[in-house]
Every structure is written in C-alpha cells, then in structure tokens.
C-alpha cells in the first residue's frame, strides 16, 4: 500500500532555533496537508497545500508541496516551548474509479524544544 | 463546543467482550472518518461516510469491527470479541468535502486486558 516516509523521526532543538522536516513518497498525491497532535489530543491541521509548488505560510510555519507532488517539506522558524508535539504528514490520494481517496499519514515527527 | 466529540475517552475491557464507541461530528460536515492510532505510528485509514452511507472501508476493518451512521450525523464503531491487538486509540474526524481538511476529535483510548 501507500507509505509516506517522514523524517526526522524526532528532533530536541534548542528555543528560537528553526526546524524542518520532510515528507516523501513513492505515490503522487493531490494534496499534502500537515497536522500537530499534542499528548493525549486528536491531530490538528497546521496547513493543507492544493497545488504542486505551492508555498504556504501560517505563522511561523511554512509548507511547500513539492513539485513531482511526491514530497512535502515543513519548516518552524523561532521555534517556541508550544511546538513541542508530533508532526504529521499527511497525503490524499487521487480518486481512481471506486476510491473517494483517503488520507494517508507518515509516522510522525517527534519535536522537542529546550527553553 | 462545536468540535468533533467521541465518547468514551478511555475504555478498558477484557479480550472478547464487545465495545462500542460514539462519534459526534461538526454538525455542517457531511464526512465523517474512523482512524486507528497505535504508539508511535501515525492514524491509519478504517472506513468514512459521506452522509449515512459508508463509502469506503480499509482492510483493517476486520469482520469483527462495524461501524455505522444511521442517520448522516453521529456514528459508531462497535469492535466484537476484542483481542489484546485492539488497543490502540480510535480517532473520529469529520470534514465538509473531500478536501483531506479533517477536524478530529480527542479519540477514545482502548486497552483490551
């Protein structure tokens, strides 16, 4: 089946340090979307990207969709105490004939940041 | 609080008794998501809805797990004779269109003894 490959597995960062992590795959997806989930919480979406090259920001996060639509990069600038949580990517698949297309995860990306 | 809420937050059962979980989705979401979550892994896909109809189902969803929307708002999962392998967290999510812009709950932890 489809397998998103996200790394770093887990990163411990120092306060005010920038941060990225990666996502690729073997498949094409239509959409690449990034989620947080902090302890004990259900997964938050942080940005959803529509378009191969795109470049979105929300904050202090920046998203790109990458352009073979088979990878997706995050990047935290100035990171801050509240980042702390697991990162998840997250791919649609296309619709193909019987399938509505079902989002797909990495593994995560464990973030822990030093005050 | 206008959130996806799912009921239980925690259950604890012995290996072959029956559970049952709720999910109440945004009330304008006419898609609603059932996701598996085991340590250390990402929620992984079981089945969805699009209003009363399931549309989809994973090959996780093995024969013993159903799940239902009868009237296109809230749904659940009922797991028969669970087996130690079952403990994992549900997560419910629900979303207006196929977009992949899901909204989840908090999930319901399962720990089969």
């Known amino acids: 089946g489809q397998q998103l490959n996200q790394s770093p597995q887990s990163m411990f960062i120092q306060e005010g340090e920038d941060v990225s992590m990666n996502c690729t795959s073997s498949?094409?997806?239509?959409?690449w979307l990034w989620y947080k989930q902090d302890p004990g919480e259900g997964p938050v979406l942080l940005i959803a990207l529509y378009k191969a090259g795109e470049l979105t920001s929300n904050g202090r996060l920046t998203a790109q969709f990458g352009i073979t639509r088979k990878d997706s990069f995050l990047n935290i600038s100035a990171s801050i105490p509240s980042d702390v949580g697991i990162y998840f990517c997250a791919g649609l698949l296309p619709y193909y004939g019987g399938s509505q297309g079902n989002l797909i995860f990495g593994k995560g990306t464990k973030l822990s940041v030093k005050p | 609080d206008t959130g996806v809420s799912q009921d239980p937050r925690h259950k604890i059962t012995k290996r072959g008794q029956n559970v049952t979980f709720r999910c109440d989705p945004i009330?304008?979401?006419?898609?609603l998501y059932w996701y598996r979550q085991t340590l250390g892994q990402g929620p992984e896909f079981l089945t969805y809805f699009q209003n009363e109809a399931q549309l989809e189902k994973s090959r996780l969803l093995s024969d013993r797990f159903s799940a239902e929307r009868p009237k296109g708002s809230f749904s659940t999962l009922e797991i028969q004779r669970t087996e130690q392998g079952d403990s994992a967290m549900y997560l419910c999510a629900s979303s207006a269109g196929n977009t992949g812009e899901l909204f989840f709950g908090e999930g319901s932890r399962l720990t089969v003894l």
């Open positions: 498949s094409i997806f239509n959409t």
């Open positions: 009330s304008e979401h006419n898609r």
